[in-house]
């Protein structure tokens, strides 16, 4: 999803992507050149991982990822910008963890990369905390733009209806920064799911291409679902054993 919603936006090429080809002192005319290449390779990468999954792709976009999250905060946007997209590289970082990476490592790279039937606990320990990492730094970002008021963000609490979108950012920001810290310190598999429909829902408010804003996200959701799955269920969600019949 990741891979897939940004290579979209370098195919329709997103004018914002010119701020980011300029940290490296690329005009804009070569820009929009660029960002179909750019976009075509990302949705061949993506296509890849559905079809034939390896580690060298997942490396690489823990790698792409870092970097283009990285470039907004160094093209003047705030360093929540960067944090927030956690997702991007952490989920992918994640992924290499549960799969392991044995000798021959260069082979490795390329084959076809899948997680073993039984995990050893410490492997499942590493997953875990990554996910809770990831999982912390992504509402801890998003919160934290809504805290300093980023302008998009206003636009999308405006053209919802809200009176006072500046209000509703900071108990948005409150909210999403109490909660990043509830998963760092302990993890609550039902505060878990119910942050993977709040994530899932208020992606969807973006005025301009809803769909690609929300599939490039895709990360924000898989961290959040993978930590669930990791989590114990809450003690009033299981049943009470039944007794066993005399005799049996």
């Not at 994530?199 to 804003?213: A, R, S």
Request: proline share 5%; net charge positive.
């Amino acid at each position: 999803m990741c891979f897939i919603g940004h290579g979209a936006f370098g195919i329709i090429t997103k004018e914002i992507w010119c701020n980011y080809f300029a940290v490296f002192g690329i005009g804009r005319e070569m820009a929009y050149r660029l960002m179909p290449v750019v976009g075509t390779f990302d949705l061949a990468m993506g296509l890849s991982i559905l079809i034939y999954p390896t580690r060298a792709v997942f490396a690489w976009l823990v790698i792409w990822g870092t970097i283009t999250a990285f470039l907004r905060p160094m093209s003047g946007e705030p360093f929540g910008e960067f944090i927030e997209r956690a997702g991007n590289y952490g989920v992918p970082a994640a992924m290499l963890i549960l799969c392991g990476w044995e000798r021959p490592y260069l082979k490795k790279l390329f084959t076809f990369m899948a997680p073993s039937i039984s995990t050893d606990e410490e492997t499942s320990v590493k997953v875990k905390k990554c996910l809770q990492i990831v999982a912390f730094l992504l509402l801890l970002g998003h919160g934290g733009l809504n805290i300093i008021e980023k302008k998009a963000i206003m636009h999308q609490y405006a053209a919802l209806g809200f009176s006072s979108p500046a209000m509703v950012a900071r108990f948005v920001g409150v909210f999403e920064v109490a909660a990043a810290f509830s998963i760092l310190i302990t993890p609550i598999r039902s505060v878990v799911f119910a942050l993977l429909i709040w994530k899932v829902g208020t992606e969807l408010f973006y005025p301009h291409w809803e769909l690609f804003e929300w599939i490039e996200r895709g990360g924000s959701y898989g961290a959040l679902l993978a930590l669930w799955f990791t989590l114990p269920q809450n003690k009033f969600w299981l049943k009470s054993p039944q007794p066993q019949a005399e005799g049996a």
